[in-house]
Structure formats: C-alpha cells, structure tokens
C-alpha cells in the first residue's frame, strides 16, 4: 500500500493511502462528479504547516473539543490529537474517512471520531466545537458561504478558527468573504512548505478567524 512520511517538527507520520493523485487523475474519466474528485489522496503544504503551528502551540488545543473540515488522510487531526484535544474529523468522502481511521490507528492516536458529513448539510449540534482546523478548502468560490455558515452554526461564541491555504487568489478572496460577513480575522503563520524533500516549495499562510 502507498504512503507517505511527513515530518512534523521533530516526529514523522505514516500516512497511508491508496494511491496518489497523479495516477488516478490518469484513471478518471468526464463523467466524475467535482466534488469527488479526489484531492484527499494527497497531504498538502497547507496542512503540513497548519500541523506544524499546532504543535508548537498545545496549549491552544489542549482538554477542548475540535473539529476538522475535510480531514482527508487525517494528519491535522491527528496532530491536534495527540496535542491534547477531542477531534471530529469529517469529509465528504467515505473512503478518505477510512484511510483516515485506519491512520489514526497505525499512528496510535486516539481521542478522534470520523463522521462522513456535506459542509452544506451540517449535522451537528449548535454551538458545540471550540475551535474548526481546515485547510486548503477555499479553493473555490462557491464554497465560501456553505464554509461560513457551517463554522458559524457550529463553532461556540469564544472559539477559533485555524485555516490554513496556500497563496492563491482565490483563498484570498474566502479570506476576505469571511471578513465581509463580519469574523475577525488575522495571520498567525506563514511559510514556504514541501510535504516531502522532492516536492517543490509553496507559500503558505495560516490565518486564525474568530466571531
């Protein structure tokens, strides 16, 4: 089975995986829906440095209740994880929620539940996480609102966001929608990132967004 190694600081994860993204981009024809086209098979810059500020800030993390938007492979979570919290990790997609599971165990890192869940369609009880890690999710447009909306519905009063994405002009405009509908937002990270040593370097920003 494929998997990577990432390094976070000083540890190495595991991250297993069917395949990766180049070669079942290979297999995928036109009739695959956009939203399941599947970038969950790859560990992004931007989790690898959102991951990265996460460990070196446990306190933040530590005996509170998480949630990530669209854990993929799982590595956010399980590094929020093993920080000291309680994390939700859910996505779309029922398969990357296995291997996530399954990475989670190989890694030995519990305090996680994996839901599958729609960011439309939130499933949780209101106002019940104290803080939402997500990155790399606004990379379209027209997912702006239903991520708002979704951390607006689940996220307590005094809570944060972590968000982390890598430059490009369209985050930049989901920052700013999160401004316009009036969140608080201000850099807390920022970072040339590889995921492994033969992979290019991408500028990345981690932003924290409260009410």
């Known amino acids: 089975m494929p998997y990577l190694n990432v390094a976070i600081n000083s540890k190495i994860w595991t991250i297993k995986r069917p395949g990766d993204l180049e070669t079942y981009w ?21 989790a690898k440095l959102l991951a990265e500020l996460i460990v070196v800030n446990p306190a933040r993390f530590q005996r509170k209740i998480g949630l990530e938007l669209g854990c993929g492979l799982g590595l956010v979570s399980m590094v929020a994880a093993e920080a000291g919290a309680k994390l939700l990790a859910i996505d779309l997609e029922k398969e990357a929620l296995s291997f996530a599971r399954v990475n989670s165990q190989s890694n030995m890192v519990s305090n996680i539940c994996f839901a599958n869940m729609d960011w439309n369609r939130p499933a949780l009880k209101a106002k019940s996480v104290d803080f939402i890690l997500a990155s790399d999710v606004l990379y379209e447009r ?10 607006y519905q689940v996220l307590k009063p005094c809570g944060f966001i972590w968000l982390s994405n890598p430059e490009r002009n369209v985050s930049k ?18 970072n040339k990132i590889s995921v492994s040593s033969n992979s290019s370097k991408t500028l990345v920003k981690v932003w924290e967004i409260t009410t």
């Open 142 to 151: 027209r997912f702006f609102a239903p991520i708002v909306n979704f951390c």
């Open 173 to 190: 405009e989901g920052i700013s929608y999160f401004i316009q509908q009036g969140w608080q937002v201000k850099q807390i990270g920022e």
């Open 26 to 46: 290979d297999k995928m024809d036109d009739t695959i829906d956009e939203d399941h086209i599947p970038y969950w098979l790859e560990v992004w810059p931007a």
